[in-house]
């Protein structure tokens, strides 16, 4: 079977002998307070800067899911109320969790064609969240559009999820002070693992609130993994398995650029397709790495069925697109084999 699914997404083929590696190191059985465990944990955080292009004075600590991140830029980098701005089923999501917390979070609800545009009632909030690419309705926030967001809130911490985007887009780092992701998506990997990156000044509000409550409180793990360490016993083997892979993986410019032209073809030959649309019809939102297909509710069942009889398992729809759209995930992982086996399947695909 191939999977197209956007997360849990395919995993790299060479993940199955990274796990073989991995016991046989016999890491796996040592203390995270070793120097065995803090080398491979130094090595991820380089690879992590190098490959992924993130600056030098961000800081990265481990976690267990995006979601736990949600929780944590609640608790641990906002003082009143974070302001949320989203389109879809994910950024909705973050923005309950948030207010779960913190009942006066604010959220602001934008239409999936157009480009954000912030309201003008909207005045310098403390924290901005959102959501850079959208995992159920396949659009991002263009790298423009960030860079347009850090010079209209420069006093604002500006907070994204990148879940589906990192280890596949170039993103401008610096016009961000929080990324998260988990690594089950772009980064082809085992889920159980989170990726929280921080920038000196959220770092820097982080100590001003200095959130000491909970396990998850970001000052602990700050703490811990300035000594290359964690707050608990961490996922030693999704570390492990998520140095390996930085190893083989090319720069996030080259992986980028190759995901932007393997969209372009996915985009171009969905316009032409007789039963299926892409369900974004405003080229400047569209992500690269989720695809978005509608088609009518009767199309999309049988399409799914016929897929799967033809070893290809395509993405549910999600939210309010469940059963209007699937979904393509178009990461680093997956090769163009599979790709051109995804697209023979559509080019013959007949009711
Ligand atoms: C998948 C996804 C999540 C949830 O990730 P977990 O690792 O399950 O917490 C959050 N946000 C976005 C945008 C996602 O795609």
Redesign the pocket.
């Known amino acids: 079977m191939t999977t197209f699914y956007p ?1 849990p997404a395919k995993i790299y083929p060479q993940v199955a002998d990274y796990l073989q590696d991995a016991y046989r190191s016999g890491i796996l059985s040592s203390n995270h307070r070793s120097e065995s465990f803090m080398q491979i944990c130094q090595k991820t955080l380089d690879l992590l800067h190098k490959k992924l292009n993130i600056p030098a004075d961000y800081a990265i600590v481990f976690v267990s ?4 991140c949600w929780e944590i830029i609640t608790q641990s980098f906002t003082e009143k109320n974070s302001l949320h701005l989203y389109n879809g089923a ?1 950024g909705e999501k973050w923005f309950d969790y948030a207010q779960h917390i913190k009942p006066t979070t604010q959220a602001h609800f934008f239409d999936l064609e157009t480009r954000l545009e912030i309201p003008e009632s909207i005045y310098q909030p403390e924290c901005l969240c959102l ?1 850079q ?3 159920s309705n396949g659009t991002r926030l263009n790298t423009e559009q960030l860079t347009f967001l850090r010079t209209d809130f420069p006093n604002t911490l500006i907070a994204y ?1 990148v ?2 985007a990192l280890g596949g887009v170039d993103l401008p780092m610096k016009a961000g002070d929080i990324w998260f992701a ?1 690594v ?2 772009c980064l082809g990997l085992p ?1 159980g693992l ?1 990726l929280l990156i921080v920038s000196p000044r959220a770092i820097a509000k982080a100590k001003q609130i200095n959130d000491r409550k909970y396990y998850n409180s970001f000052l602990f793990m700050l703490e811990n993994i300035q000594k290359f360490q964690t707050h608990h016993t961490p996922n030693v083997l999704g570390i492990y398995l998520l140095m390996r892979v930085l190893e083989q993986v090319e720069s996030i410019q080259t992986e980028a650029k190759i995901l932007c032209q393997r969209a372009e073809i996915y985009y171009n030959f969905f316009e032409k397709h007789a039963f299926f649309k892409p369900l974004v019809k405003n080229k400047a939102v569209r992500s690269a790495t989720v695809m978005c297909v509608e088609g009518s509710e009767s199309h999309i069942a049988t399409v799914k069925t016929e897929a799967e009889k033809a070893g290809i398992i395509l993405g549910n729809g999600y939210g309010i697109w469940k059963n209007t759209t699937f979904r393509i995930a178009n990461f680093p992982q997956i090769s163009e084999n599979e790709i051109e086996k995804l697209l023979y399947f559509f080019q013959t695909f007949n009711l």
């Open positions: 997360g899911s995006a979601t736990e994910f959501t690419n959208e995992t999820d879940t589906s988990s089950q998506k889920a989170g």
